[in-house]
């Protein structure tokens, strides 16, 4: 059934688009795959919490033909991750691994559509949470289980072994670490090259982009603790307030990137979750912040963790606290992310294909991102070259009339962040389809 849309994909021409095609991707796979994302969509797992998810990729695989192994991945604390790898053997030749994502975020949804999530959890926190897919990882298991279909239909054009991952937990950052670490290349394979994909809202469905070299920032996770005296509200004297440290510290760390960091390198901080109090006449003793710093070169990173210890030792000097009650600064390592860098021969290869498949017009080089991905922990720190692009997400009319009046859709981690489905699917499982078959030719 689905040998059609393999000869469509197979004899395209270079500049025409897959639609305009007499192919029958529309009326066999698309729209099964459109429903496909649509329930996925509406059905979102925060992290580590991947289980229906990933249960129905392992079924999709395994109806394909692939042989199918769940539940890889081994977290620090020893729980079990839900990994998923799906293997054809097709003869001699490399080894390709394809990777897609899989979990959610704790984000109340807020597009309006009408197969918007209104599915919420209990965070690691234990507080009750809305859950969205507002990273479009929906997408990239829509795409991740297409393109398998896709390339059994066309066994006979490929030779190699295909290692199809799910992946669970890149929002935390944990999800590759924790597939090595439960040995999926002793237990699979070690695969000769690795690609993938992401959904963006800087560009319209049809387009992608690719950044040899390094190409998406390194991540840090950081908790920092800032102890103070609590006490009541109305004699903020007998205590030490570490409501106002916390600001004064948050204020600090500005001056990180802007005065401390060369120019030349890109870098963020950002305190992105503060918490402290439970009363507003009640000084705290303490406050707790959760912060993510990025860069692209590890004298970047230490100056910003070097500039974060300093200024939090500085606080407590300065509010005359005891040594005891230094705010405490703690690295997660489990939580942080290494550059994700593109391989500059396998990413020349992929672009070729790209413009190959869906013409010069739709394929851009694009400027290196500050978001971050664990897609590169699959690499093993550059041992495995890794060719990963960027897939135009967003309707093309809303885009034009944004890009028209100055503006930006909303992006990834938003509430509003809203792919269009059927166009950005079929650019997806057309280009990963193709960059593969090239690949394993
Ligand atoms: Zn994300
Ligand atoms: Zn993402």
């Known amino acids: 059934m689905l040998k059609p849309l393999l000869l469509a994909l197979l004899c395209l021409p270079g500049e025409v688009a897959w639609s305009q095609q007499p192919a029958t991707i529309e009326q066999q796979e698309l729209p099964g795959l459109v429903e496909m994302y649509k329930n996925l969509h509406a059905h979102p ?8 998810t990933s249960a129905m990729v392992a079924e999709e695989l395994r109806k394909t033909g692939y042989t199918v192994t769940e539940h890889i991945g081994l977290y ?15 003869g001699p030749g490399p080894t390709l691994l394809v990777r897609a994502d899989m979990d959610a975020l704790p984000v109340v949804e807020e597009t309006g559509v009408p197969y918007a999530s209104h599915v919420t959890a209990k965070n ?3 507080q009750q949470v809305g859950v969205m897919h507002a990273c479009g990882h929906d997408i990239h298991t829509t795409v991740l289980i297409g393109t398998a279909r896709a390339l059994v239909a066309a066994k006979a054009q490929w030779h190699g072994t295909l290692m199809i991952v799910g992946q669970p937990s890149e929002e935390t950052i944990d999800g590759a670490k924790a597939m090595i670490a439960d040995h999926l290349y002793e237990r699979f394979g070690r695969p000769d090259m690795v690609i993938g994909l992401h959904d963006t809202n800087q560009e319209p469905a049809g387009q992608v982009s690719l950044t040899p070299g390094p190409a998406m ?9 800032i102890r103070g005296i609590g006490g009541h509200g109305a004699r903020p004297n007998q205590g030490r307030d570490p409501v106002v440290l916390a600001a004064e510290f948050i204020m600090q760390l500005q001056t990180i990137v802007s005065r401390e960091e060369d120019p030349r390198e890109p870098s963020v901080v950002t305190v992105g979750d503060i918490h402290g109090g439970t009363k507003r006449n009640i000084i705290p003793n303490e406050v707790k912040l959760e912060l993510t710093t990025r860069s692209f070169s590890e004298k970047s990173r230490q100056v910003i963790l070097d ?41 020349a290869r992929v672009r070729a294909t790209l413009v190959k498949t869906i013409g010069q017009q739709n394929v851009f080089e694009d400027r290196q991102e500050m978001g971050s991905e664990d897609v590169g ?26 890009r028209a009046s100055g503006k930006e859709l909303p992006g990834w981690h938003t509430s509003r962040f809203e792919p269009d489905p059927q166009p950005t699917i079929e650019t997806g499982v057309k280009t990963l389809t193709a960059v593969a078959m090239d690949l394993l030719k």
């Not at 925060?46 to 229906?52: A, T, V």
């Not at 390194?218 to 603790?225: C, P």
């Not at 960027?390 to 885009?399: E, H, I, V, W």
């Open 45 to 52: 797992e925060l992290s580590h919490f991947e289980q229906n």
């Open 307 to 347: 500039g974060i210890r300093g200024m939090a030792a500085g606080l407590a000097i300065s509010a005359g606290l005891p040594p005891e009650l230094a705010p405490t600064v703690t690295v997660l390592d489990g939580e942080s992310a290494p550059l994700e860098y593109n391989d500059p021969a396998l990413s």
């Open 377 to 402: 922990v699959f690499g093993l720190d550059g041992k495995i070259p890794v060719a990963y692009y960027r897939l135009g997400a967003m309707y093309p009319d809303r885009f034009a009339a944004a």
């Open 217 to 225: 920032a390194s991540s840090t996770s950081i908790d920092v603790t």
């Open 76 to 90: 620090p604390d020893g729980s079990h991750a839900f990994g998923v790898v799906g293997i054809l053997k097709n």
């Open 124 to 126: 690691p926190a234990g």
